[in-house]
């Protein structure tokens, strides 16, 4: 049997349509493809690498450094004018081969690295707080996104479920059950819910841009969104907590600048040598090529006290320190208390608003089977109908609202 391709054609459409159609999303994915494209997480790997080059480079500046030097002048006496002989030897010609070599001890060295690893522990802490804010970001965005796609749905079968009831109505009111100013009353609402549809339809393809703005991503198109299953995590001790974590980073970064300073006033011996050609040309020049090495040593002895005023400075930044810690720490405390009664409260609100709907939904049913007789008001169940969006918008808004609490709680758990 042949089969028409436009059948063909039909059945591929359905078919892909559908597919499209089941097409969804979850927030893992969303932030997996926010964190793999974040610029700034990518920056922050960057300059880690570039640190662990630095701590390369402190070795190679405590090797031995050679350098090839060659200088050559001639300075001319013409009719006894130029330049004192003496002094400048008529001409000279040098060219050597010099090193020099710094001795420096373990300890020296061992504080040298620690700086460059508590410069990486830094930023890779910064990193984990960049990576919560954006974790952060990227929950909220999506809860947004999909209280709207909710909102969206709950519309469009409230609005479905208007429109059935709209034949009942037209019929009785050309019957002369019910006035055509009383239909009209229901007709107004049906049209405000069919502009609020279209409107929250809006508002889910801009918030659904945003999220993949965010992310990063260039996909335009709007899937159907799973609900995001958060839970309230655990919350750590504070010392254990990323956000506290860079206050001991900074009380050992002090420790270690502390060490830097002692490490200027100890003894530094340097040795250093050189091997080549250097000559005056005055005599025997073909003798002058030789070597040479010596030992250099430098001992700090007064410096005007400068010593005393690095560690006054440390003991500023110390406490400075100190304070900020201990001022974030009742903030911590405080932010999560004030979070868990937030949270309290809004799960509280949204039973309350169960109980509402159920009884406005109820009044709904009961006024459309009054209406098919004749023995209610359309008025009546026009506000038993506003009754119950009203109801339904506040249930929305409180769930996005709990998650979103939810969300800033897991925030301040890491």
């Keep these: 049997m042949k089969i028409d391709k436009k059948w063909i054609f039909l059945i591929c459409t ?15 994915y969303y932030l997996k493809q926010g964190l793999e494209n974040s610029p700034l997480l990518k920056d922050y790997r960057n300059q880690m690498s570039a640190n662990l080059v630095d701590s390369e480079k402190i070795k190679a500046i405590y090797k031995p450094q050679i350098n090839a030097n060659s200088t050559n002048s001639y300075a001319p006496v013409i009719n006894g004018w130029g330049y004192d002989e003496a002094i400048t030897n008529g001409k000279n010609i040098n060219a050597v081969l010099g090193f020099t070599q710094t001795l420096v001890s373990k300890k020296t060295l061992q504080t040298q690295f620690e700086s460059v690893n508590l410069l990486n522990k830094g930023l890779d802490n910064t990193s984990k707080i960049s990576e919560q804010d954006l974790k952060r970001t990227i929950t909220a965005q999506y809860i947004t996104t999909y209280g709207d796609e909710e909102q969206v ?35 107004v609402t049906l049209q405000q819910q069919e502009l609020a549809t279209a409107q929250a339809d809006i508002q889910l393809q801009n918030d ?20 995001p299953a958060l839970i309230t995590e655990n919350t750590p001790s504070a010392e254990n907590s990323v956000f506290f974590t ?7 970064s002090l420790i270690n600048q502390k060490a830097v300073v002692d490490m200027n006033y100890r003894p530094k011996i340097n040795l250093f040598g050189d091997v080549g050609y250097n000559s005056t040309l005055l005599v025997t020049p073909y003798k002058n090529i030789g070597y040479s090495f010596g030992v250099s040593l ?13 560690y006054r400075k440390l003991a500023i930044a110390e406490e400075t320190r100190t304070q900020y810690k201990d001022f974030f720490r009742r903030q911590y405390d405080q932010q999560l ?31 459309t089977k009054l209406l098919a007789t004749g023995d209610a008001k359309i008025a ?23 998650l979103l609490i939810v969300n800033q709680m897991n925030y301040w758990n890491h």
């Design 14 to 28: 359905l078919v892909y349509g559908s597919i499209l159609h089941a097409q969804s999303g979850n927030l893992d």
């Design 153 to 187: 749905n709950f519309l469009k079968e409230t609005y479905q479920l208007l429109k059935e009831e709209d034949e009942v109505l037209k019929k009785l009111t050309r019957s002369n059950v019910y006035r055509q100013t009383d239909y009209l009353i229901f007709l």
């Design 208 to 227: 659904f841009a945003t999220l993949n703005y965010i992310c990063g991503t260039n996909d335009t198109s709007v899937l159907q969104l799973e609900k």
């Design 246 to 252: 860079q206050y001991a980073i900074d009380s050992l």
């Design 298 to 310: 430098n001992i700090p002895i007064y410096d005007g006290g400068q010593r005393k005023l690095d």
């Design 337 to 367: 208390a004030q979070l868990q009664q937030q949270l309290h409260a809004t799960q509280n609100m949204i039973e309350q608003i169960n109980h509402q709907i159920k009884y406005a939904n109820g009044l709904i049913k009961a006024n």
């Design 380 to 402: 009546d169940l026009v506000i038993a109908i506003n009754n119950y969006l009203t109801a339904r918008n506040l249930l929305t808004q409180n769930k996005v609202s709990s």
